[in-house]
């Protein structure tokens, strides 16, 4: 089992999967990151030699901000926005759509599934 970047990779996929399981890496990064040291995307983990995965950790380490350090800059482009005050930020702040979406009638799983109905008959006791 190959551990890059904190992650343990699963040994039965192929590289080029295995790779999309490291936070901030997709499957086209991926991709880049093998055809610059020439490995097969379609070697499984198991496969891989310790000198492969230290190439793949070197280039990581370099070049890409992956996992906590992504998160917490994400994290802190949110926070900026929500100090400032910029509509994106107050959006943010009410746990609302950000991005022109409608929420009359969507947006549930951000605004929550609301319970009560106005006006609604309730059945009559027997």
């Not at 917490?72 to 991005?99: A, F, Q, W």
């Not at 022109?100 to 008959?121: E, H, L, S, V």
Request: net charge positive; aromatic share 4%.
């Amino acid at each position: 089992m190959a551990r890059i970047a904190g992650v343990d990779l699963p040994k039965n996929k192929r590289i080029e999967i295995g790779l999309t399981y490291i936070y901030g890496i997709g499957i086209s990064t991926s991709k880049k990151i093998l055809k610059q040291i020439e490995i097969n995307p379609n070697l499984l983990i198991k496969n891989l030699s310790d000198e492969e995965v230290i190439l793949i950790r070197n280039i990581l380490n370099s070049k890409y901000k992956l996992e906590g350090d992504l998160k917490r800059l994400e994290t802190m482009n949110v926070k900026r926005l929500m100090d400032i005050g910029c509509y994106k930020g107050r959006r943010h702040r009410s746990g609302l759509p950000l991005r022109g979406q409608r929420t009359r009638t969507n947006a549930r799983t951000k605004r929550g599934n609301k319970k009560t109905i106005a006006g609604k008959k309730k059945a009559p006791r027997k």
